[in-house]
């Protein structure tokens, strides 16, 4: 059915300040000093800062299917292909890190996809059904051993896991040649 309404894509260099403007707006202003990430489908941003604009904003192509897509061959990805991974996202992300380095002292540091709600759920994280309010954590020891978990199983073995969708662990399948075989968004 036609709405006749048309849809812009929003580009990533707006996305990462109206994210950053959504979690003041949630956490308000007795929050503080603020650090936003978002890793979405295509991308990765990341917005910090005190005001209702961050001082700090950056929309990056290292979204989880992107990178999933890109650089796995093989399911579960190969120890090699998770560090070349690594490695690459390391050198991608070493400019910002410098950056971000200044905003350690956030008082809040918040996760707003899909991607961080799973991570915290398969860490221990309250499930969605508790309610938006519920303070979820994921912690960096949690992450490192979920990513050590996950990155041995199969997509079909992750989307068994409570807390992950089908629907999101068959990013990992599929085609998943080097190159770009699919257009890039």
Same mark, same amino acid.
């Given at each position: ?115 961080? !709600?799973? &991570?915290?759920? #398969?860490? @221990?994280?309250? $499930?969605?059904? %508790?309610?938006? /309010? ?21 997509? !079909?073995? &992750?989307?068994? #896991?409570? @807390?992950?969708? $089908?629907?999101? %662990?068959?990013? /990992? ?13």
């Amino acid at each position: 059915m036609e709405t006749g309404v048309v849809v812009h894509l929003l580009p990533g260099d707006d996305e990462a300040p109206y994210t950053f403007l959504a979690v003041r707006r949630w956490y308000g202003w007795s929050a503080g000093r603020l650090l936003v990430l978002d890793v979405g489908v295509g991308s990765l941003e990341l917005g910090a800062g005190r005001d209702e604009h961050p001082d700090l904003a950056a929309s990056l192509l290292l979204g989880a299917s992107r990178l999933t897509r890109e650089w796995f061959t093989s399911d579960p990805p190969s120890r090699q292909e998770m560090t070349a991974l690594g490695e690459q996202l390391n050198a991608e992300l070493a400019p910002l890190a410098r950056q971000v380095h200044e905003y350690r002292d956030a008082e809040l540091t918040v996760g707003t996809s899909r991607t961080f !709600r799973s &991570l915290a759920r #398969l860490t @221990g994280a309250a $499930p969605s059904s %508790a309610g938006p /309010r519920v303070r979820r954590v994921l912690t960096d020891a949690g992450l490192r051993q979920l990513v050590a978990f996950i990155s041995r199983m199969s997509s !079909r073995d &992750l989307g068994e #896991l409570e @807390g992950v969708s $089908p629907g999101r %662990a068959a990013h /990992r399948s599929g085609n998943r040649v080097r190159g770009r075989t699919r257009p890039r968004w």
